[in-house]
């Protein structure tokens, strides 16, 4: 028998769905029957596999009415916010546009006697471990592009979010995507490390905690099998003395509470020019004092619970910390808080780098706010970090903010704007964050391996 995983509802605290997990030899026999897929898959025209790709997130999109409550219960996003679809089918559908171009041939050169071109090969079978925080929009990032460049995709989805996996692959086997091309899977820990050390995949996409990266790349040691990682994050804002203000207020606070604060690139620690700090917290105070924490079926809540109460606990010793070191935090206890995942949201200001809240991941509805008079003083501060995945700058000086990102440590830079992926942009990071990319062009030449043609057509 396999071990049960169970997504316990953040709403209540009871099971909401349930699965075993495969064994080990039905873990192999899921991976041997993709790879058996995939030469027939990758043999057939690009432009179909497009369109099947496309007609499976059509068919996903189809769902979004019985999606979004199920995301509630899930992970206590509020119904309000409509689910993923935009960002689903944008990421999708820009991928699919690019692909063409994307996958080509590179010439090299061509005469009378040789011809020589480089393509783009797909890797095989890609393993794509997605997390539970947008569930849909990251596992996507890797999967359209991924089934488009002629790979099969075995998909192992976050507990908290079992569901999901199971919904895309009925939406892309219902337009025609073979069964065994997109396979969804549930695994323990122990499967799972067995299948990558035993080379079962050609490519490993993982999003989630260091930890959790770590352990795919020990996995994976001297396999020589690619491993894509996005792990934590701590990602800075900084407002400038020439900043909208208004604008940078409300784009930087909900970049660092939207989702219960459970966002990749959520903001944790804001940057603030002395000339604006007083009336940036005042107005950023005033914004979160808004905010209806409750429970996410409500059309009303703007703010649910965080997805787990360990998730919650972990913010809320991060700000008692904060806080017996001499922070000060401006939000009073709502009602709705019960100390377990309903989490009031919080901003902290005396804040310093000394405090577990401004180092390390919180990933939850708090955010820190430190005076700064001078950029090379927020340049130090920004890159004071374990990890680099976007920074967001705000000027209105675009040369400033490019000069400014040359020197920040990050996968992405921002200029007056935060918490988006655009996916004609690589999505990477650095240092603890991880490494590899996704989306853009660049995603596809991560999911695919070149393979170099030089053709002698003459012998005499």
């Known amino acids: ?18 699965r075993e997990t495969l064994s080990r030899e039905e873990g192999f026999a899921t991976a041997n029957a993709a790879r058996a897929a995939q030469k027939a898959w990758a043999a057939r025209p690009l432009q179909e596999r497009i369109d099947l790709v496309m007609a499976g997130v059509a068919a996903v999109g189809a769902m979004n009415d019985e999606i979004v409550p199920e995301l509630a219960h899930m992970m206590g996003r509020p119904v309000r916010y409509g689910g993923e679809f935009g960002g689903f089918n944008e990421r999708s559908s820009y991928m699919a546009d690019i692909a063409e171009t994307a996958l080509a041939d590179i010439t090299v050169g061509e005469d009378e006697n040789f011809k020589r071109y480089i393509k783009r090969v797909p890797h095989g079978v890609v393993f794509i471990v997605a997390p539970w925080n947008y569930p849909y929009m990251t596992a996507v990032n890797t999967l359209a592009p991924a089934l488009i460049a002629g790979n099969t995709v075995v998909l192992k989805h976050a507990t908290q979010t079992l569901l999901v996996g199971e919904r895309m692959a009925a939406a892309f086997h219902s337009v025609g995507v073979p069964a065994d091309v997109f396979q969804n899977v549930f695994l323990d820990h122990d499967t799972t490390s067995a299948l990558i050390a035993d080379r079962a995949f050609d490519f490993v996409n993982f999003t989630g905690s260091v ?44 970049g660092a509470m939207f989702n219960a604060g459970q966002c990749c690139c959520g903001i944790e620690r804001i940057y603030v020019h002395e000339s604006l700090f007083d009336t940036f917290v005042a107005k950023a105070v005033e914004i979160v004092k808004t905010y209806k924490l ?64 401004m180092r ?34 705000w000027t209105a000086d675009l040369d400033r903010a490019a000069r400014i990102g040359d020197d920040v440590e990050t996968g992405t830079v921002f200029m007056n ?23 853009s062009v660049i995603g596809y030449q991560n999911l695919t391996r070149p393979k170099s043609y030089h053709l002698k057509k003459q012998t005499s």
């Not at 206890?333 to 309903?342: H, K, N, P, S, V």
């Not at 430190?370 to 890159?383: F, H, P, Y």
């Open 360 to 393: 390390d991941e919180s990933f939850g509805p708090v955010v820190g706010i430190m005076k700064v008079s001078s950029d090379e003083e927020a340049i130090k501060l920004m890159n004071d970090s374990e990890f680099g995945l976007t920074a967001s700058l």
């Open 1 to 18: 028998m396999g071990q049960t995983l169970k997504c316990i509802s953040p709403i209540d605290g009871s099971v909401y769905a349930s």
């Open 417 to 439: 704007r935060a918490d988006y992926l655009d996916p004609g942009l690589c999505w990477t990071g650095c240092k603890n964050t991880g490494r590899g990319g996704g989306l």
């Open 211 to 254: 930890g959790g990266g770590q352990a795919m790349e020990h996995a994976a040691a001297g396999t020589f099998t690619g491993v894509g990682t996005e792990l934590g994050g701590k990602d800075p804002g900084y407002v400038m003395e020439d900043a909208d203000l208004d604008a940078a207020v409300d784009t930087l606070i909900d």
């Open 294 to 357: 409750g429970n996410p079926l409500d059309k009303a809540t703007t703010m649910g619970p965080m997805a787990n109460v360990r998730f919650a606990g972990e913010v809320r010793a991060q700000i008692a910390e904060a806080v017996a070191d001499g922070a000060v935090a401006h939000i009073d206890t709502m009602a709705e808080d019960d100390g377990g995942a309903y989490l009031t949201p919080q901003i902290l200001t005396n804040v310093t780098h000394d405090m577990r809240v």
